[in-house]
């Protein structure tokens, strides 16, 4: 199951609207099992992992045990359902890390299972199988996708600065760390106010990894987006979403489409400013199920506010350069970081790392 897990943490960002899942079939005839084949959730989530593995292994999957990280889907969606695939292939028995609780699953593809005969264990390392499936069980129990913060401070907690100079927090393996977190996210998000000060081009530029550069989202009430950002200037290559209000004007909305980003317009809250729980609802019915928000501490607070917040990571740069006077940690965050567990902490470099995550 620990490697059916790692299968599914390697295509994260790769599936949605899919869960990334991976499978592994397993001989234990014999005094030491061995490994038939195993397999992932392929690129746009299909084929499903289920399939992959067994296509793989064949007449060799008869009588053998298969390892799943999400109960075997049991719906006829875009494909048959993954049930019929694991009933046809002879597999004696299933071991499931947890149910899905997607309505048109919930548990039955575990019951078509055993009616057909096959011998099924669940709950097999059922938190690590969560943490990899928190963006589909968020989206399809809530709506939307599970929303990571990400936030970087100097020693004295300052996130950045209000006099315009750009902050050096993290490192170089703070920052490689960081891109291997936004490969495996389907959307990258920032507020306007990060999107002016820095003019971030929000990709992955790890070697190798450049192709796997999620959706950009700004959070953008009044769409201030400059045209000259870097986030537009590259909406042909890498897709760029701005969410506003109704209110926006139209022909900023105009300019921006011209240029190939898409703008989507939710409500606005009584401060005038995108209403974030109806704007996630609606990354969650365009299939986004892993956003992964740099900032700012502005955005990051009101995400607070709005209980949108499953997963903080906490940046602490010991050898940050330059001068801050705006709080990484807004009074919201603050509070809201007493009802999430924490995780542990972890070093990269001078850059101590910290995980929050919600119970
Ligand atoms: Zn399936």
């Known amino acids: 199951m620990r490697l059916a897990i790692a299968l599914g943490q390697r295509n994260l960002g790769l599936t949605w609207p899919n869960p990334s899942v991976g499978c592994v079939v397993v001989d234990e005839s014999g005094d030491v099992p061995f490994i038939i084949s195993q397999g992932v959730t392929q690129l746009g989530g299909r084929p499903h992992a289920e399939r992959v593995a067994l296509a793989e292994a064949g007449e060799r999957a008869r009588g ?5 990280s999400l109960e075997p889907c049991s719906h006829h969606g875009k494909s048959p359902p993954c049930t019929d695939a694991v009933i046809a292939s002879g597999v004696a028995r299933v071991v499931s890390a947890l149910e899905d609780p997607d309505d048109r699953v919930a548990g039955l593809g575990h019951t078509l299972l055993r009616d ?6 669940t709950g097999c390392l059922r938190e690590p199988a969560f943490r990899i499936h928190r963006g589909h069980i968020t989206r399809v ?3 939307r ?16 600065s209000s006099r315009g100079a750009r902050l050096m ?3 170089e393996g703070a920052n490689a760390r960081v891109h291997m977190m936004r490969a495996h996210a ?17 990709t992955v530029r790890l070697p190798g990894m450049e192709a796997r550069s999620p959706i950009r ?8 987006t400059p045209l000259t950002a870097r986030v537009v200037a590259g909406a042909r290559e890498v897709p760029t979403w701005v969410v506003t209000t109704i209110a926006a004007p139209v022909e900023a909305e105009r300019a921006l489409v011209q240029r190939g980003v898409e703008v989507m317009r939710v409500s606005a809250d009584a401060a005038g400013h995108v209403a974030l729980p109806e704007a996630l609802h609606l990354l969650g019915t365009r299939g986004l199920t892993r956003v992964f928000c740099e900032g700012g501490p502005g955005l990051a607070d009101a995400l607070a506010r709005a209980d949108l917040i499953d997963e903080l990571v906490l940046i602490t740069g010991r050898s940050a350069r330059g001068e801050g006077d705006i709080p990484a940690l807004g009074m919201a965050l603050q509070e809201r970081i007493d009802e999430l567990a924490f995780m542990g902490d972890d070093q990269a470099e001078s850059d101590l790392f910290m995980f929050w995550e919600r119970p």
């Open 64 to 68: 053998a045990t298969l390892y799943v």
């Open 116 to 121: 057909a005969g096959i011998a099924v264990t």
């Open 141 to 143: 129990t809530k709506g």
């Open 145 to 160: 996708p599970a929303v990571t913060v990400k936030l970087a401070r100097t020693t004295e907690g300052f996130a950045g």
């Open 169 to 171: 927090i993290t490192g």
């Open 186 to 202: 389907d959307a990258i998000m920032v507020g306007i106010g990060t999107a002016l000060a820095d003019d971030p081009l929000l």
């Open 217 to 224: 989202i700004v959070i953008d009430s009044h769409l201030r």
